[in-house]
């Protein structure tokens, strides 16, 4: 039988997907990301990094807004992970000096620059690197001979900053930004879209014992489009606010304004309102919501439990 395309839930019909819209057309109106200026003796790299970063966000959430156009919008919650990291570098970034910045930012440049030359090489040969590619002979060689070098470098900046490693990690990353929780929080899930995973796998299969498993149903694919509409829009404000005191040295400019009460309420009033997608749903547990009549007791239970939670360990506080 041949594979049929899912029905999937319009995604345009969803308030949040069309706030998304209203929102990110907002933001290209009153937000200009410009070009920087080519200065080879003083290049700014955590401005580039801002520029780079604001860019690749605001297109990747009009992505997200085409994805759901095709009724696609599930396959947004890869962008997530991108997002909410650019939002922890640029936020550490400008936590540093101009020159720490910047110093951190060519060694790991340099670092990833050699890999990448060295590991096309390892794949297509010598030859073909010179002959397809116009390298010169020796020109892949003579880098690889300064990747030590490098890795020196990255030594001294670890022993100055205190990370494991390498690189910095993303969760290492977290810990400098005061951003931890929300990395555990979104890491997994995230991590999951992009790369493979058991779990994830049987998180999209569906179905009931005895009957046809799915790995298309239409209600978590609109559950997972409704979490990157919610998440996106959330991490790029986050990733502008970290990035505030830097933006017009990363040839951004925003409205006077921008960061007002005011300004807030117009631009992300409609999101709020919405309230938050939970990552994990309930039903890939298998739960359900209590029976009519029994939520409210149940709630009760639950409270109550919280609250002898929080009385014994202010208890145990007192004792000590």
Same mark, same amino acid.
């Given at each position: %039988? /041949? /594979? ?22 907002? %933001? !290209? ?12 003796? +003083?290049? /700014? ?8 970063? %604001? ?6 959430? *009009? ?17 997530? !992970? ?13 936590? %540093? ?14 670092? $990833?620059?050699? !890999? ?9 040969? =010598? ?13 892949? +060689? ?8 490098? @890795?020196? *470098? ?16 993303? @969760?290492?990353?977290? #810990? ?27 998180? !999209?299969? &569906? ?8 790995? +298309?149903?239409? *209600?978590?694919? #609109? ?21 505030? +005191?830097?933006?017009? =040295? ?6 006077? $304004? ?7 309420? @117009? ?16 039903? *890939? &547990? ?25 009385? $014994? #360990?202010?208890? #145990?506080?007192?004792?000590?």
């Amino acid at each position: %039988m /041949d /594979d049929e395309i899912s029905p999937v839930l319009n995604d345009t019909l969803s308030p949040r997907f069309q706030a998304l819209k209203s929102f990110s057309a907002r %933001m !290209r109106r009153e937000i200009r990301v410009g070009s920087l200026i080519w200065d080879e003796s +003083d290049l /700014d790299v955590r401005a580039l990094t801002i520029n780079n970063c %604001m860019r690749r966000q605001r297109d990747a959430i *009009e992505g997200a807004i085409a994805l759901g156009d095709a009724r696609q919008g599930h396959l947004a919650v890869a962008f997530v !992970r991108a997002f909410l990291e650019e939002r922890m570098w640029v936020t550490f970034l400008a936590s %540093m000096t101009h020159s720490e910045a910047n110093g951190l930012l060519l060694v790991m440049g340099r670092w $990833d620059a050699r !890999r990448a030359l060295i590991a096309q090489r390892d794949y297509i040969g =010598d030859l073909d690197m010179t002959l397809h590619l116009w390298f010169p002979p020796g020109f892949v +060689d003579a880098h690889a001979a300064t990747l030590d070098d490098v @890795k020196n *470098e990255l030594r001294q900046l670890r022993g100055r900053w205190g990370w494991q490693g390498i690189l910095p990690s993303a @969760k290492w990353v977290a #810990e400098q930004t005061s951003l931890l929780e929300e990395y555990e929080y979104l890491h997994s899930a995230t991590s999951r879209a992009l790369h493979f995973s058991a779990g994830e796998v049987l998180r !999209r299969g &569906w179905g009931v014992p005895g009957g046809a498993l799915v790995t +298309d149903k239409d *209600e978590f694919r #609109e559950h997972l489009a409704e979490f990157a509409y919610d998440q996106l829009w959330r991490q790029h404000i986050g990733t502008i606010i970290g990035a505030a +005191d830097f933006l017009g =040295d990363a040839s951004i400019s925003v409205p006077d $304004d921008f960061f007002s009460e005011e300004n807030r309420i @117009k631009l992300i009033s409609e999101l709020t309102n919405l309230g938050r997608v939970p990552l994990v749903h309930a039903h *890939e &547990w298998n739960l359900a919501p209590p029976a009519s009549g029994t939520r409210i007791a149940w709630a009760a239970v639950t409270l109550a439990q919280s609250a002898d939670a929080g009385l $014994d #360990e202010a208890s #145990e506080t007192g004792s000590q």
